[in-house]
């Protein structure tokens, strides 16, 4: 038995014992462990669920693996309670303590979720429970029986006369209270929240939720709402009454840490906070998301302090802030075959190297891949540098008055790439826009061009290009000049997200229109086409989509999935996509049971041509799910599985074995484990092959031997989820 297949052997023997391991040895007498909490909504209402309630039930039981089990149990009751060694210390901090029965709790998450139901206007309801016990395992259910609800008949408004009142009745159709609703707590209390905040908006200062009054008579046969907006607060009596005035703007004071040296005519045109004008809740964060924008300040702070019954100051405040750093990044991957991948990346920033918030951006980045003890490798060096400067360049800071200001970036970048078969240059420049507009993300690029000039092409890999026209445009001298964009919507922008999100990404390319406009005035190159400063250009255009939902069960486990798929077609002056635009699958983030560019196009085994795996294709298709579990500390562990592949399109240059069918489809599974750190979270997947479509028919499914064997499994190092 190989070495790897014994480690496979007592990872499967290890999850056996775990699962088969009692939940409740640590128990004192008399003690039980709460395993489950359930909830059944009784009656004809379906409006409500059990989600609703079950969060004000208040002892949670443990969560669960999958169906039930949880390993973290075991563990901990693999410990002693009488011993206090570093064993069963070890034991207990890595495990899971068994939540302890409190008969108690269920009476007062009763009475719990009885309240909250008065709160959603399910009055007079009831919620019973019943406590089944099997051995030592207690499961409490609750029974809830919802109240009757009122509909709102009638509403009467009530509001201090003057300006104030003609503002509010301005507002009418956006009350969110009205006749037909149902009375509930709830939907009062996000009324009284949102009209505060519109009233702020407009300049009233001192106004808040509290001034709301709400009064429900349904004692007659018609429910009546009395809707009130007083001038004093619910906490104050009604001697504090006073009139309820706009504020305006008076001085405007900006600070900040003489360790950022900005300059100050920059700070005042991204401040939207102007002496005299009228106050504004609504600008003052625009104002502050505009300055925690320039990412140079550990703090913001905006203070308002009023003067007078109709005016108040304004003293922005920011902190210091680390200028200056380096950024490290590396992807690992190695597989049974003994082909090593290193891709390291370092990168040094200067986030105020004006003195106005301008971004310098300089990095190195390296692609190694050789076999050890053979001559076999490849190297790829690249040197990159962007400036971003915030503002949209050509236009105003006026014009954008929102809570982000777009920057404009310039990017140029060379790169040295090193194969068996040839050497490459490429060198890129690059001018667009990026910003963001609440949680829609863009980068666009009105202009981007590179220029790839190839050499050292060795004699055989030049026949095959000769021979092969399809080729031929992928690897020649050329211009890649034209339009490109990225376009990103999620719901939760954190680096590493803590709740359940989903997002889109979207990236489009279009290359060589504008320059084939002017074709008849071109020059012919040496082996037919047009050129622009002595190179052939590319014509194509490019598409790909991402889809992406993470559901977060509870703090420890997650279930994240990817649809992600793309297209590209050259057209005009070009027969293909360029070998660097052409799609491609594998890696540490992407059907990872392959190295990177290992699988595909179709059935095709790997190109003899290519010493190294360069797998390209026009267009891909690939679905991953990954089970995420919390083990202990820092770690976590995951599961996961993907299908998919690269394809080309059917033409006279292409085989049948590129093209898509549904028998190309390649399927992959795997283990990982992470070191999640908050601030950086670093990965090791082990992916395995289970459906290899280049295989001969009858030997395409991997059995478990298979995995362990020559090229059955790869792993992957890499920073952050891979998707």
């Known amino acids: ?84 060694d570093w064993i069963n210390r070890s034991l207990r901090n890595v495990g899971t303590a068994p939540v302890v029965f409190n008969s108690f709790q269920v009476g007062s998450s009763c009475e719990n979720i009885r309240k909250h139901l008065d709160y959603l206007g399910y009055y007079n309801s009831e919620v019973t429970s019943k406590v089944d016990t099997v051995r030592r395992l207690v499961k409490v259910t609750y029974y809830v029986q919802p109240g009757e609800r009122c509909r709102i008949d009638s509403l009467v408004y009530k509001v201090p006369e003057g300006e104030f009142s003609k503002e509010f009745f301005e507002d009418l159709p956006n009350v969110g209270v009205k006749t037909g609703d149902w009375l509930s707590e709830k939907s009062l209390e996000a009324e009284s929240v949102r009209g505060a905040s519109h009233f702020r908006n407009l300049g009233y200062y001192d106004f808040s939720k509290y001034n709301y009054f709400f009064t429900a008579d349904t004692l007659d046969s018609r429910n009546i709402l009395t809707y009130e907006i007083r001038n004093y607060t619910r906490n104050e009596p009604e001697d504090n009454s006073a009139p309820l005035l706009k504020y305006h703007i008076g001085d405007v004071t900006i600070s900040h840490s003489s360790q950022v040296p900005f300059r100050e005519n920059v700070l005042r045109k991204i401040n939207l906070i102007k002496p005299g004008d009228i106050y504004s809740e609504r600008m003052v964060n625009n104002t502050y998301n505009r300055l925690s924008s320039l990412r140079l300040f550990n703090s913001v702070g905006i203070e308002m302090v009023p003067v007078d019954s109709s005016t108040v100051d304004c003293r922005i405040t920011m902190g210091e802030s680390k200028l200056k750093g380096i950024k490290l990044a590396l992807d690992m991957s190695t597989n049974s075959s003994g082909l090593l991948g290193v891709s390291p990346n370092v990168s040094f920033y200067n986030k105020n190297i004006f003195h106005g918030g301008e971004w310098l951006s300089v990095g190195f980045s390296g692609n190694f891949q050789w076999r050890p003890k053979t001559d076999l490798r490849s190297n790829e060096f690249g040197v990159s540098a962007s400036l971003s400067f915030p503002r949209f360049l050509g236009l105003p800071y006026s014009i954008f008055n929102g809570p982000n200001i777009p920057r404009t970036e310039i990017q140029a970048a060379f790169n040295y790439q090193n194969r068996p078969e040839f050497t490459r240059f490429i060198t890129n420049l690059s001018y667009g826009y990026i910003g963001q507009a609440k949680l829609f993300h863009y980068q666009v690029y009105p202009f981007r061009a590179a220029i ?135 890696g540490a983030s992407s059907m990872r049971g392959w190295q990177v560019r290992a699988l595909g196009p179709g059935a095709e085994e790997m190109f003899t041509y290519f010493a190294i795996p360069s797998q390209t294709g026009e267009w891909k298709a690939e679905f991953d799910v990954e089970y995420r579990q919390k083990l202990f500390w820092k770690f976590e562990g995951a599961l996961f599985a993907e299908m998919g592949n690269i394809w080309e399109f059917p033409s006279e240059f292409n085989s049948e074995q590129t093209e898509f069918w549904p028998a190309t489809i390649a399927a992959d599974w795997g283990l990982g484990l992470r070191l999640n750190l908050d601030f950086i979270l670093l990965r090791l997947d082990w992916g395995i092959k289970m459906y290899e479509p280049s295989r001969a028919a009858g030997k395409r499914w991997l059995s478990p031997s298979d995995w362990v064997g020559r090229d059955g499994s790869t792993l992957h190092f890499g920073v952050g989820y891979p998707f």
């Open 1 to 84: 038995m190989t070495k790897r297949a014994s480690l496979l052997f007592v990872s499967l023997a290890a999850l056996l014992l775990a699962g088969s391991c009692s939940t409740t040895r640590v128990l004192s007498e008399g003690e039980y462990r709460l395993a489950s909490n359930k909830v059944q909504i009784q009656g004809r209402n379906k409006q409500l669920t059990p989600s609703d309630v079950s969060s004000y039930i208040k002892q949670p039981a443990n969560s669960s693996f999958i169906f039930g089990w949880n390993p973290m149990l075991c563990i901990y009751n693999w410990s002693d309670p009488s011993k206090n």
């Open 452 to 586: 790839i000039k190839a050499d050292n092409i060795n004699e055989d890999f030049f026949y095959t290009l000769f021979r092969n026209p399809y080729l031929w445009d992928s690897f020649t001298d050329h211009l890649d000049a034209g339009v490109s964009g990225q376009f990103y919507w999620t719901t939760d922008a954190a680096l590493i997200p803590k709740g359940s999100y989903r997002y889109i990404r979207l990236g489009l390319d279009l290359s060589g229109n504008i320059i084939s406009l002017f074709d008849r005035w071109l020059p012919e190159g040496e082996y037919g086409g047009k050129t622009i400063f002595g190179l052939n250009y590319s014509q194509y255009c490019r598409a790909d989509v991402q889809l992406g939902q993470t559901f977060r069960f509870s703090p420890g486990s997650a279930l994240a999935l990817r649809l992600s798929g793309g297209a590209g077609h050259a057209y005009g002056a070009s027969t293909s996509m360029p070998f660097e635009k052409q799609f491609y699958v594998g």
